[in-house]
Nanobody, 125 residues
């Protein structure tokens, strides 16, 4: 079992950038696929980006393609989400999550069994 702690959220103007970090504890982190999700007020939690255990495969939701980049450093037990060209509609609480059962990133939240506490991202227009 891993534990996850996100950081790096904040307030940024439209067009700006943020880099979210997710620190993982646990010896099996490098065997997990990882994902970033977000949840805006009054909306369901939605998939943003995912990465395989090796980092060799990544997947993005359409709204994130070309703007966001997910990466991981297994030696440091870290997962990152670089977000560029932020828009007001990106405002949400962002969560990282661990999927222990798939070698490839999956998009459904129910596939992930461990979640961080979330970090707030607010993009002003």
């Amino acid at each position: 079992q891993v534990q996850l702690v996100e950081s790096g959220g904040g307030l940024v103007q439209a067009g700006g950038s943020l880099r979210l970090s997710c620190a993982a504890s646990g010896r099996t982190f490098s065997t997990y696929s990882m994902g970033w999700f977000r949840q805006a007020p009054g909306k369901e939690r939605e998939f943003v980006a995912g990465i395989s255990w090796s980092g060799g495969n990544t997947y993005y939701t359409d709204s994130a393609k070309g703007r966001f980049t997910i990466s991981r450093d297994n030696a440091k037990n870290m997962v990152y989400l670089q977000m560029n060209g932020l828009k007001p509609e990106d405002t949400a609480v962002y969560y990282c999550a661990a999927d222990p059962l798939s070698t490839l990133p999956r998009t459904k939240a129910f596939n992930y069994d461990t979640w961080g506490q979330g970090t707030q991202v607010t993009v002003s227009s």
